[in-house]
């Protein structure tokens, strides 16, 4: 080391002048991490001096000192001089002095003191927390000191300050049979552990303070399973006052017990249940939560009293199996957060493997800051819970569904949160969020679900699934045509429109109206044009002229489409908005294409033959609506065994096949779907050429 030897700059520790101590403690910081120098080191006597230096020196020499006294420790050496005087000079430090890299140091040694085995102190069979206690309370701005630390602009002091609050709560929940290790982490909270650690998760800072970090998280993992590991036992008189105090807090109607005849008042026989237990016995109900789901029950209750009083009066009115059992769904929120977080999977592992990597996207998938604010999450998503009972009118039966909702809720906004977002963004998104979009979500995730489990089955059942939609959907867009229907022929421009313009072109009437109706063998289109609309449909026989099917060769439109253009669309499709009733629309149009025979133009020839035909227009109609258009447009294509390629059509038959998918694998009813059950027609009137309206497309006879 610089050519300098041991056992000389052992006695330059103990040199009468300054300037010769601080070059020699701060040659010695870097060299005692060695194990073998450190040996040679203790034999030369030299931790003596170190000790003597850690008690009186000051300045940049203290903190070299306590450097290295820090790292002689974390080597398993020099316990036998941790003294009780020494211990309480470095808590003076870490309270009374303004230097940086003397804090750190402090700090340092305190970790290591209080982060190993008792063993390993000079009194066998002290924790680590009992060895600095004495000194600590004398000091009463140690904890707030040192949470005040944690936010510190150095690094490092940071990093120091929060490994020394993780060491003290690691030992104070191992060794809680003799320390009060619950009313310790409170105070801890209570000075504002919880936002300083969290301010840090979501600074730049995160990737400087991983290590403790990532602790303190592991450490906030430890106690949610400590209390969830803990029985509620109305024998623990804390377990006890909590329980009561829910019911305290619930105002409950002192009217409403019964009097037997001597007087006397009887228990509500209904006390529990109304808070929403399914039992007279609530502490076993805490069986899969324990005392973590009593704890978010009364933090729930605690912080919004009057809230919770109000809850429970608009419950109380509705019927009973109605109402939203607030503390069975307090629990259910618990469970879902312990999953969500998975509280049971430990974080040191996952600490090791992200540390190393310096992309910030793999912190952002290991740093869950959400966490840190447990009760707050708690009461949002139980909140969501409520809300969506109400608005699905949910019964008792329904609550798993519920449950379910909330639990894809919670993984939807807690999942998909970056580090950085705001914990008052995440609540307004679990409050705000749309009801339907969250059922189309569930959906997806069970379709997913099935997908994975079922693969090529699932896929076969969706294709029958489609091609039956698609055959339900052809045969009623071919009734359609069966059925008939009017389009204008010829527009004459209003008597009292006024001038011609591009404006008032919307202004044209129709002078002449072309019926046309498919054959009842569905071979011929029959058509004839008429003067004026008809009250009533004309008979097949009075349509004179006719459409042999076989020679159509195809059908043009302008109608939207869905689909990219195929042979059967050749021009731009854009969506018409539907017409006056009292207009005609022109913009319109339905153009079919047959080969004719060439010695015969004639529409109506029924034995023409390929050879020697050129291709012609046999028939134009002008749709008044969009919805008009789309039956007889996909119609004509259907019948001449060609795809659908409007929107309206596609629509229908996805509608109808991933419906019939959902029914048949999920069972599901139509409530579970965010559908009301649709109310069928009556018959009345209707002959057995009908169908109803699917999706909120038109429906006729």
Request: a negative charge; hydrophobic letters at 40%.
């Amino acid at each position: 080391m610089d050519s300098l030897s041991v056992p000389e700059l052992v006695a330059r520790l103990s040199s009468d002048e300054e300037s010769v101590r601080k070059m020699a403690v701060f040659k010695l910081q870097s060299a005692i991490g060695d194990p073998s120098f450190a040996d040679v080191f203790i034999q030369e006597g030299g931790l003596p001096k170190l000790r003597f230096l850690a008690l009186h020196s000051t300045g940049n020499t203290l903190a070299y000192c306590l450097t290295s006294l820090s790292r002689l420790l974390e080597l398993d050496k020099g316990w036998d001089h941790v003294t009780d005087d020494l211990i309480k000079r470095v808590v003076e430090l870490v309270v009374a002095q303004p230097l940086v890299n003397v804090n750190r140091g402090a700090m340092s040694v305190l970790a290591a003191i209080v982060g190993h085995p008792s063993h390993r102190n000079s009194q066998p069979g002290v924790t680590g927390f009992q060895r600095l206690k004495p000194a600590v309370e004398q000091q009463p701005q140690f904890l707030p000191m040192l949470v005040e630390k944690i936010t510190s602009a150095d690094h490092a002091l940071c990093a120091n300050s929060l490994q020394l609050i993780n060491s003290l709560m690691r030992d104070a929940i191992a060794n809680d049979a003799d320390f009060e290790w619950p009313r310790f982490i409170k105070q801890l909270q209570e000075l504002g552990v919880i936002k300083s650690v969290y301010g840090l998760m979501q600074s730049s800072a995160v990737q400087d303070l991983a290590h403790p970090l990532l602790e303190f998280q592991s450490l906030t993992k430890v106690l949610l399973r400590k209390w969830r590991e803990e029985k509620v036992d109305l024998e623990k008189p804390d377990h006890r006052r909590a329980i009561r105090g829910l019911h305290a807090a619930s105002n409950p109607d002192k009217s409403k017990a019964e009097t037997d005849p001597k007087g006397s008042k009887k228990q509500n026989p209904a006390k529990w249940r109304r808070l929403g237990f399914e039992t007279e016995s609530p502490a076993w109900e805490f069986g899969p939560t324990g005392f973590l789901g009593l704890m978010d029950l009364t933090d729930f209750v605690y912080k919004n009293e009057d809230g919770f009083q109000k809850l429970l009066l608009e419950q109380s009115v509705e019927p009973l199996e109605g109402r939203c059992p607030i503390a069975r769904a307090s629990l259910a929120v618990t469970a879902i957060l312990y999953e969500h977080f998975e509280v049971d999977k430990s974080d040191e592992s996952e600490a090791h493997k992200y540390v190393p990597l310096e992309s910030r996207s793999n912190f952002d998938r290991a740093f869950k800051p959400l966490l840190l604010h447990w009760s707050r999450m708690h009461t949002s998503g139980l909140n969501a819970f409520i809300r969506l009972w109400k608005a699905a009118g949910a019964q008792f039966e329904d609550f798993e569904k519920i449950e379910e909702l909330a639990r894809i809720l919670i993984e939807q906004i807690l999942g998909q949160a970056p580090r950085t977002k705001e914990i008052k963004d995440i609540e307004e998104e679990l409050t705000d969020f749309d009801i339907q979009r969250l059922r189309e979500l569930q959906m997806e995730l069970l379709e997913l679900t099935y997908e994975d489990a079922w693969g090529h089955h699932l896929r076969q059942v969706r294709d029958e699934l489609n091609h039956e939609a698609l055959q339900f959907v052809k045969e009623q867009r071919i009734r359609c045509l069966l059925q008939g229907a009017w389009f204008p022929q010829a527009l004459n421009y209003g008597t009292d429109a006024g001038p011609i313009t591009s404006k008032t072109l919307d202004r044209t009437v129709p002078s002449a109206w072309r019926f046309v109706r498919l054959s009842h063998n569905r071979r011929y289109l029959h058509y004839a044009d008429f003067e004026e609309k008809a009250t009533t449909e004309p008979r097949l026989d009075v349509l004179q002229d006719k459409i042999d099917l076989s020679i159509v060769s195809s059908v043009v439109s302008n109608v939207s489409a869905s689909a990219p253009s195929t042979s059967s669309s050749d021009s731009t499709l854009t969506t018409l908005p539907p017409p006056k009733p009292e207009h005609a629309s022109t913009s319109t149009k339905i153009t079919i294409h047959g080969y004719l025979p060439a010695s015969n133009h004639a529409r109506n020839t029924s034995d023409a033959s390929a050879s020697g035909q050129r291709e012609s227009v046999l028939l134009q109609l002008h749709p008044q609506s969009h919805i008009l258009a789309s039956e007889w447009l996909d119609g004509l294509l259907m019948l001449l065994n060609q795809q659908p390629i409007t929107a309206d059509t596609n629509k229908l038959v996805n509608l109808i096949g991933g419906y019939g998918l959902k029914i048949r694998l999920l069972n599901v009813r139509f409530e579970d779907v965010g559908m009301e059950e649709p109310v069928l027609p009556s018959r009345e009137g209707l002959n057995d050429d009908y169908y109803y309206d699917i999706g909120g497309m038109e429906a006729g006879a």
